[in-house]
């Protein structure tokens, strides 16, 4: 069902005729003073808000010490609340923004516009730059009248809930929203903005917890601004069979029958992932274990900080703030770290990240570290180094003694890792390389005792904090990857001293770009010898071939991998490569 948007053009000529509200007469001039940040007020008033919705927003506060089990699967949503706004925008700090949507829905659909056109979206946009953020909220500004920054805390919260979720669901959203059309070719030719709204809306009766009224009432308004009366019409309709088929516990859903392709479409609607995903997971983890991933894919992720302990700081200094700031917090496997389920939002606006006292760092991460185990006074070489988790985490392990190369082909993304290394005291011992590795690797004479690549990889061991990835990787792309994955290993395998250890790594739950990419790699280079990850991380992290592996559904963390392959002491052949 991607893809299935009318093409750019048919976007641009419908949204510039019907934004009957905002863009009047003088567009060129509701835009002039848009831009001026003074927004037209709508005609409609307050009064058409739906009784007690402004009350209804009373939220929860950030830093809550409440928490739940990691809910997960189709059943389990996350629990909003009351924390769910239901007001529109005349509470808002402007007293010039529009008062006719519920900001939140109106930013939350325009940025899955962003995420599911991609670059497409700039052109849509008709925009100089390709900054889609800005061009997101410019966007906004333009055509629903208001200023994103205007959003409250909770406003903001509550787009990163919507738009995640609506992204994970995505496949099973559109299934039921083309259940109730009328016939497939409305579901095929809706607009675009029009079929986010629908998805909004049907992913908060579905898997939030707001009123359905509410629900209603703000998404018709917004269908109604931002298009036309008609399509607040066909929302209204739409909501309204959605909500009696829900009450009548009659939703439709696919059947898990007929052969395996079959059954794996169906289980990809039901927990919203694409078929050749389902396809492949059953086939390496069977049909339980797969159920399981995806129903932790779909579930809120939580996050892990790790103490940055080169500025001196330790974990009972970072649970002592997340304690005077009442975020809530669980110990973690890893000295450094932390798990927390809630509260982001108040350790970000504490500083804590800014300050350089923690990094937000998956343990499965982490653990990628100790397998490195980086020593004082070893040289060591990060091949794909950007933007740069491990490169910090690692250098931070050297107390103050070796040096660490950080090598990455994206100039950016390397700028984001020196500037990481400064915040946090580290970049006396952080060179940067800005080079492909492979031709990196032919030019060098230099040598190193660790060699790390974390290589380029699908990332499938971590869809539960990337909503979006799911729908971007192709089945094709592994077969890419998985050749850039050897070119690297080869590259990188030259870097090593004779005696010294080069370590593979990726946050992949794929065995084809994990073990497999081993076994190939050593047969193209005996003077490597697989060297067992024991002793390195806890055993129920390493695998029967002596390798660390990271399982979502088995250690509630993100999926990871990694090996450790020594180099003999002769070193690789003259002329290798
Ligand atoms: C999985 S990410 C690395 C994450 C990083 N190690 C960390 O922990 O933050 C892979 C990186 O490989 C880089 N990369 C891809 N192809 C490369 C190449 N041919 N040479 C060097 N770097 C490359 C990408 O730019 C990207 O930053």
């Excluded at 835009?31 to 005609?43: E, H, I, L, T, Y």
């Excluded at 937000?360 to 070893?378: I, N």
């Excluded at 933007?387 to 190369?405: E, N, V, Y």
């Amino acid at each position: 069902m991607e893809g299935v948007a009318p093409a750019v053009s048919l976007f641009r000529s419908r949204a510039s005729a019907r934004f009957p509200i905002f863009v009047a007469a003088d567009s060129g001039a509701a835009r002039r003073s848009s831009r001026k940040g003074r927004s037209r007020v709508s005609r409609r008033t307050l009064e058409t808000s739906p009784p007690g919705a402004a009350g209804s927003s009373a939220g929860r506060k950030h830093g809550s010490t409440e928490t739940a089990p990691r809910q997960s699967g189709i059943t389990r949503v996350p629990k909003l609340g009351p924390a769910v706004s239901t007001k529109r925008a005349g509470r808002s700090k402007d007293p010039h923004i529009s008062l006719e949507v519920s900001h939140h829905r109106a930013v939350a659909a325009v940025r899955l516009l962003r995420i599911e056109k991609g670059k497409a979206f700039a052109d849509l946009l008709n925009e100089k730059t390709n900054d889609s953020g800005d061009n997101e909220m410019g966007y906004v500004e333009r055509t629903l009248g208001f200023r994103t920054r205007y959003l409250e805390d909770r406003d903001i919260r509550l787009v990163t809930v919507i738009v995640a979720g609506t992204v994970r669901w995505k496949r099973y959203l559109d299934y039921l929203i083309m259940s109730l059309c009328t016939e497939e070719k409305m579901f095929r030719e809706m607009e675009p903005l029009l079929l986010q709204i629908l998805r909004i809306a049907f992913f908060e009766i579905l898997k939030l917890d707001v009123p359905a009224y509410a629900v209603v009432d703000e998404n018709v308004s917004l269908a109604k601004a931002a298009l036309r009366p008609g399509a607040g019409n066909m929302v209204n309709a739409m909501l309204r069979k959605l909500i009696l088929l829900k009450e009548t516990n009659s939703l439709p859903l696919p059947k898990i029958e007929g052969d395996d392709r079959a059954q794996a479409r169906a289980l990809s609607i039901i927990y919203s992932h694409p078929v050749w995903m389902v396809r492949r997971w059953i086939r390496f983890h069977g049909k339980d274990d797969t159920l399981r991933l995806m129903n932790w894919n779909n579930s809120d992720p939580h996050f892990s900080l790790r103490v940055n302990t080169s500025k001196g700081y330790t974990r009972a200094d970072l649970v002592k703030r997340l304690e005077s700031l009442q975020v809530h917090y669980e110990e973690s496997i890893m000295d450094e770290f932390v798990r927390i389920r809630e509260g982001m939002q108040a350790v970000l606006q504490a500083g804590l990240l800014k300050d350089g006292m923690c990094a937000v760092q998956d343990e499965s991460a982490g653990l990628v570290v100790s397998v490195v185990d980086p020593q004082p006074g070893e040289t060591i070489i990060d091949c794909c180094a950007a933007p740069g988790g491990k490169t910090l985490f690692m250098a931070s392990r050297l107390s103050g003694q070796g040096k660490i190369w950080a090598l990455d082909v994206n100039k950016g993304r390397l700028r984001i890792l020196m500037d990481a290394a400064k915040l946090h005291s580290l970049n006396d011992m952080i060179h940067d390389i800005h080079a492909d590795l492979r031709l990196y690797a032919k030019e060098t004479t230099a040598k190193y005792d660790k060699v790390l690549l974390d290589a380029p990889c699908s990332g499938l061991g971590v869809l539960s904090k990337r909503a979006d990835l799911r729908w971007n990787r192709q089945f094709e792309d592994l077969e890419e990857l998985m050749c850039l994955q050897d070119e690297l290993l080869d590259s990188a395998s030259t870097l090593v001293k004779p005696g010294g250890i080069l370590i593979y790594s990726t946050c992949s739950i794929d065995p084809e770009e994990n073990e497999k990419r081993i076994t190939a790699f050593v047969k193209r280079h005996p003077e490597f010898a697989i060297q067992s990850v024991c002793g390195y991380v806890p055993a129920e992290f390493i695998t029967d071939e002596g390798f660390y592996s990271s399982n979502p559904t088995k250690h509630s963390m993100d999926g990871a991998f990694a090996a450790r392959l020594v180099c003999s002491i002769l070193g690789a052949p003259q002329g290798h490569n």
